[in-house]
């Protein structure tokens, strides 16, 4: 195999003494070129050379470069590594796919999960396809994620869903630098080269990667190809562990292909995805269950429920669109907790009450959007009332 190096004083000098036996002994190039232009300020020579190393059948072959963080005693600085791997995909398509199997040692539950993701990060799209079967009942879904639109296809449904697909497309930014800074990897030159331009490490043992609930048993099983940029190729591998006094069997592959060649495509199931719900930018995103404005136009006057729902934290409605001059008024449910409104602007303010039956009223004359809050409970129990 060939090494590309680049040749310091020492292999100067080893170069020059093997020249010494050589009939021509001349410096220079068929141009006139001298070699020792190559020599930079400390004395050791720029040129990128190669270095021949024959293979198991005694054939002349080109070596590679070891990867970032890594050498011939394995993976040295798993944090140099990764960020190879980060740049990699986050700056190149690529399809990745990955399977796991977790099943308890006594023949209890099992769990499985297989995806496959297509990746433009640059274009801020991804697609993926994805089948689990175990714990839930067996399901298939897809996804597509395209700037900060996220939907997500089941049983014939679209929605959209950022969490689902926050979870996809996060499994290998996650899961791999995950595994790189909890396991110990040894270099497997058996192993190396079985694919262009790829190194091969072995897992070897345990460095930290379960918390103090879980604990591993015995030592890993797993192989790790990496090629000479840095990108996590392929792995294939088993974890053995005890949680929750159970003895589990993590069987786990994935791997990457088309790296700079994917191809992104919009599925035909998104022409049924629904309409984008208005946050009023993102205001209204940490309110559980908001399903989109009510329209109360060409009503005087609007009724607005305080500490509704089952725990008592919601507006309802909790966005309203209402006519200029039209009254809004809140009534305290029967939850006895202490509320208020209050604008976010400074428009309205009500008292602090648990009072059931008590009410608060104002009159929105100019149009816009105002904001509104429970002040004790402002992170999770807001209001907009939206003026046209």
């Known amino acids: 195999m060939r090494r590309r190096t680049l040749l310091g004083t020492a292999g100067a000098a080893i170069a020059a003494g093997c020249l010494e036996d050589d009939e021509a002994t001349d410096d220079t190039d068929e141009n006139g070129n001298d070699g020792a232009d190559n020599i930079d300020e400390n004395g050791d020579n720029e040129a990128e050379t190669e ?53 308890e040692m006594d023949g209890g539950q099992e769990w499985s999960e297989s995806m496959t993701l297509t990746a433009d990060p640059e274009r801020e799209q991804y697609r993926y396809e994805r089948e689990r079967d175990g714990i839930a009942e067996a399901e298939e879904s897809a996804g597509f994620v395209d700037g900060d639109d996220s939907f997500v296809r089941q049983d014939g449904t679209v929605e959209r869903d950022e969490f689902d697909a926050a979870n996809a497309i996060g499994r290998p930014v996650e899961l791999q630098p995950e595994l790189l800074e909890g396991l110990t990897f040894e270099y497997d030159e058996s192993r190396t080269g079985e694919q262009p331009a790829v190194h091969a490490f072995s897992a070897v043992e345990y460095d930290g990667l379960f918390d103090d609930q879980v604990d591993p048993i015995g030592d890993p099983t797993g192989d790790l190809l990496v090629d000479e940029d840095g990108l996590l190729y392929e792995f294939t591998g088993t974890l053995v562990f005890t949680n929750d006094g159970e003895e589990v069997e993590y069987d786990l592959e994935w791997s990457f292909s088309e790296v700079g060649e994917a191809s992104v495509t919009e599925p035909d199931w998104l022409e049924d995805a629904p309409e984008p719900v208005e946050t009023y930018d993102g205001f209204l995103d940490p309110v559980d269950d908001y399903d989109g404005p009510t329209d109360a136009t060409g ?29 809004v008024r809140w009534e305290w449910s029967d939850h006895e907790l202490q509320h208020n409104v209050a604008s976010v602007d400074d428009e309205f303010r009500s008292d602090l009450t648990g009072e059931p039956g008590a009410t608060f009223e104002h009159t929105f004359e100019e149009t816009g959007v105002y904001r509104y809050v429970c002040e004790p409970h402002e992170t999770v129990k807001r209001g907009v009332v939206e003026v046209v």
């Open 51 to 103: 270095e021949s190393v024959d293979d198991e059948d005694g054939e002349r072959t080109e070596a590679m470069a070891f990867p970032p963080g890594t050498s011939e005693d394995g993976i040295d600085d798993p944090e140099r590594l990764e960020a190879a791997y980060t740049d990699i995909i986050g700056e190149t398509t690529y399809q990745y796919r990955d399977s796991f199997t977790m099943s």
């Open 299 to 327: 009503r005087s006057h609007v009724t607005i429920g305080v500490g509704e729902g089952r725990t008592g934290f919601r507006f309802d409605p909790i966005a309203v669109v209402v006519d200029a001059g039209t009254t």
